[in-house]
């Protein structure tokens, strides 16, 4: 009986032992099943994405961007192929492994490698190093078993052919930025990281006529992410092409001659305003952009003392000085603060007040009419007409003629100057204008600041008769697609923003004396003549600070740069029916603006078919004849 009890209690534990176990089972049966539908329902179309990523590849490609060409259709910038360097995040061996190797062979941080590598999308290719050297690509060819993971992959990218003497106009291109994309996320999602967008220029304005549309090849990959065969592939769309209405030719010649002076050429047609030729000096050279700027390449352009990333043509504001003479005279005229044949007299200076105000040419200039004035640039004559109009006389001629405004010209950044009133000096200063700083404003110097392009558009509204033009660099875009010869899909077009407030009689009167400017024997622009075309110009000088009370009495050598005067030189030809208006900027020179008339006699003979030595040889013979004779510093 006790064998029996004891049977039946190890009986029960047994039956309570198996039932447990079956528990145990059917639980794990029912985790099996529950993670097998985890996986298999609820996250089943992540881990098929996931499965086929792994396997199945999308790779872009990168679209061609549009060429850009010169009005007769010599290129300015092209596309070139280059190595890129690209990793996949998920394709990577050994993390940190990779991050030193390309670290140092590639001269990166490695906290920005890493936040790069670790922020990017599953399986996308991220840029790390754009255009590589040939002794980098063999190294990564090399060890690319070494490095699953990184890829080459050859992609077109912009190419300037010629460097500095097109970079203000062109501008250039760089890699979409963070903001930038977070801020295409939100709208159109135009781009994608890495890709190269315009950034200044030409290239930022026209960037989507430009940019073009991205293709994609779709393939089979290995484990460790190279490619095994291709099995789609939706080819690119190259950007259409731009002509501009800029003649390289002149462009060239007026980097050249400019030099490695610090100022800005401009020349527009003044029957259109199209711009033939708008350099800025000193320059730099765009391709350092595409490829990725060091960030020591970058501080050193930042800091440079000379700011060769300015546009001075556009950005650049000074003192328009006798250039504003040009406005002067017309007001004088349209107020009848003056007529045609009066003559004023100046002894070399004038006095108001308890100041003196001396004029270039110590000995002075006598009695002289309007046309003389203007042709000789005295500065007495324009004193004595600034007291006769006042400020605000002379400051709404002046916005007449697009001063105080934008040009519009299809470039970024453009300044618009500033031409003072007494209501701005009340609003901005907290001040009343006084009579005797009206004497400065009529010669172009106090608060007047201008930028080269607006003389420019100045000068070309008088060549043409009084029409103001907008200024603008686009001559056509053209598309390649389907087309022989390629289909126009844009052209541009002269747009007229006013009117000169000028009579035409007046404003011929004005015309004769910028006449005289350069073909008088008296006139100060002599070194624009040419022989057989009519030149017409006008001088300036624009004082950057007072350094004494004549400071023509210091030589520029003895002066610092910094404190200098500005020069300038406008001219039109020919005479009678003007193709070419060219403002010459010359920053801190210490020269008048005479000085800077043979780049404009150069420039309009080259415009005009005069071969340019042949333009020389005729600018030495007349300069062998009568001229003025300067007792003080030279003219303006």
Known sequence: MNRDKYSHAEFTNFRRRVQILGMLVVLVFVVLLFRLWQVQVLRGQAFRELSENNRLRQVRLASRRGGIFDRHGVPLAATRPALNLFVVRQDLGDLEQTIAVLSQRLDLERGWLRRKIETAPPFMPILIRRDLNRRDVAFFEEHKF???????????IRHYLYGPQLAHVLGYVGEVTEQQLAQ????????????????????????????????????????????????RRVPSTPGNDLYLTIDWRL????????????????????????????????????????????????QALQQDPKNPLQNRALQGQYPPGSVYKIIVAIAALEEKAITPQEELFCPGFY?????????????????????????????VYFYQLGQRLGVDAIAKYAQGFGLGRPTGIALPNEKGGLIPTTRWKERVLGQPWYPGETISIAIGQGYNLVTPIQQAE??????????????????????????APPRTLRVGSPHIVGYLPAQPENLARVRQGLRDVVNAAHGTGWRAKLRNVVVAGKTGTSQVIRLSPDPKDKEPAEIPERFRDHSWFVAFAPFDEPTIAVAIFAEHSGKGGSQFAPIARQLIAAHLGVDVQVAERQARTLSEGPRLQLTGSAPE
């Open 146 to 156: 070494d490095l699953p993971g990184v890829q080459l992959e050859v992609e077109p």
């Open 184 to 231: 295409d996320r939100a709208g159109e999602r135009l781009y994608r990281p890495g890709d190269l967008i315009g950034k200044t220029g030409v290239e930022l304005v026209y960037d989507r006529e430009l940019r073009g549309e991205n293709g994609y090849k779709e393939m089979e990959v290995d484990a460790h992410g190279q490619e095994v065969r291709g099995i």
């Open 251 to 298: 462009q060239q010649l007026a980097a050249t001659l400019l030099g490695s002076q610090a100022g800005a050429v401009v020349a527009l047609d003044p029957r259109n305003g199209e711009v033939l030729a708008l350099v800025s000096q000193p320059a730099y050279d765009p391709n350092q952009f595409v490829s990725g700027l060091s960030p020591t390449i970058w």
């Open 351 to 379: 006095s108001f007040g308890d100041r003196v105000y001396h004029d270039w040419k110590k000995g002075g200039h006598g009695y002289l009419s309007l046309r003389r004035a203007l042709s000789e640039s005295c500065d």
């Open 458 to 483: 100045l000068i070309s509204a008088v060549a043409n008769g009084g029409t103001l033009y907008q200024p603008y660099v686009l001559k056509r875009i053209t598309s390649e697609l389907g087309t």
